[in-house]
């Protein structure tokens, strides 16, 4: 029986091939290919193994427990974009300072109103399979509905290494497209880790940078 792989073990990794790269010339850049990472359980238990790291998410879930299900359901098949604690201190300290500016009261992430946190976390899961393999042939990306039938948009990328263009890492850019084909509207993402295959479905990782919401807390909860 496989052993389940933590965050941190994947972090690590990755570190070590990045270090093994730098031994290795740059025709390791145009070799290299991200495997996949396979997880022996659910992306919900992924998530709850690793410490700390997604308390915030953790908390999140279980105000929205229809996703939350789903996440655990080892029958569903489901694509998730997981966020560290990180992402939340962003859009919550972006939604207080302007809170403060106008005299109000701080609010914080059980203070959002039940259909606001919904449709904010719906925005981060979507049905079937989605992972680079699947992106690569959509050069401008690829228009997918997420759970709640919102448009959001995937992007395949691989970023720049040692100075060799898209020489490095592989990414997913995430987008909300805010309701309009003009992509100078849409908020993104990038990933910092995907393609770990769990038991149902796959799960990539945002970049720690990434605003809970697409920033949408600060602009909904401060009218």
């Given amino acids: 029986m496989k052993k389940k792989i933590s965050y941190v073990g994947i972090s690590v990794l990755l570190l070590l091939m990045g270090l093994a790269s730098c031994k290795k010339g740059n ?31 953790l908390l999140v879930l279980e105000r929205v427990p229809d996703l939350r299900a789903r996440l655990k359901n080892p029958k569903d098949t489901i694509t998730f974009f997981a966020m560290t604690n990180n992402s939340f201190t962003n859009a919550i300290d972006a939604m207080n300072a302007i809170r403060t500016a106008g005299n ?10 039940q259909p606001l946190i919904d449709t904010l976390t719906y ?5 079937g399979i989605h992972d680079t ?12 509905r997420s759970i ?4 959001m948009t995937m992007k395949y990328k691989v970023s720049s290494a ?13 987008s909300d497209m805010n309701n309009s084909i003009f992509q100078r509207y849409w908020q993104e993402s ?26 949408k807390l600060a602009k909904f909860l401060n009218r």
């Fill in 123 to 127: 925005h981060y899961a979507f049905n």
């Fill in 27 to 57: 025709t390791y850049y145009e070799d290299y290919q991200i495997k996949y990472t396979e997880y022996n359980g659910t992306t919900l238990e992924f998530l709850e193994e690793q410490g700390s790291v997604y308390d915030s998410l």
């Fill in 133 to 144: 393999e699947s992106l690569k042939d959509f050069v401008e990306g690829k228009e997918i």
């Fill in 148 to 151: 709640d039938d919102y448009r």
């Fill in 104 to 113: 109000r009261p701080h609010l914080f992430l059980e203070d959002i109103p």
């Fill in 162 to 174: 040692s100075g060799i263009i898209e020489g490095g890492q592989q990414q997913i850019v995430l």
């Fill in 190 to 215: 990038n990933t910092s880790v995907v393609n770990i295959r769990t038991t149902n479905g796959r799960l990539h990782i945002l970049s720690p940078s990434h605003n809970f919401g697409f920033s």
